[in-house]
């Protein structure tokens, strides 16, 4: 018998590539959200670190005051910016999400395609060396016997 060929090898094969590529990509888009959080994390902790700063001071001028408040403002509008891009790219991670998980769902669906064909194969292989097998039986018996 000859062995198990799947004619849909390689769109089986460029179905992997589909998904590993998905797969990627979504890696990078979580990357992406997560230096997002970092850098509002690290923005949070300077803002912190100012604030601390600026109360150790004894005394505190009233132009100090104010850069702290022009200070704040920059982290605010920086914090909404990083919060506008967080949401965009969160979008982006959905839908890249939903992209890779169809792309995991046609994988999958040609590999159990494969994986019957391949059980299909094995038992007509598995019949084929029984026939064989029952043949050569009875040619052995019929010849033990003398019988033409």
């Known amino acids: 018998m000859n062995s198990f060929r799947f004619s849909l090898q390689r769109v089986l094969d460029w179905r992997l590539q589909q998904l590993e590529l998905e797969e990627e990509k979504l890696r990078q888009q979580n990357a992406a959200v997560a230096e997002l959080d970092r850098a509002r994390a690290a923005l949070a902790a300077e803002g912190i670190a100012a604030e601390i700063a600026v109360r150790g001071w004894n005394p505190v ?4 005051l104010a850069a702290l408040g022009d200070f704040r403002a920059g982290v605010r509008l920086q914090e909404a910016r990083i919060a506008r891009l967080r949401a ?3 979008q982006d991670l959905v839908r890249q999400r939903q992209a890779m998980l169809e792309a995991r769902l046609r994988y999958r669906l040609l590999e159990r395609l494969r994986d019957r064909r391949l059980e299909e194969w094995r ?3 598995a019949k084929e060396v029984e026939d064989f097998a029952a043949e050569r039986y009875l040619a052995q018996r019929i010849r ?3 019988l033409p």
């Open 88 to 90: 965009a790219r969160e």
């Open 144 to 146: 033990s016997k003398g």
């Open 61 to 64: 001028a009233g132009s100090e």
């Open 123 to 125: 038992a007509a292989a």
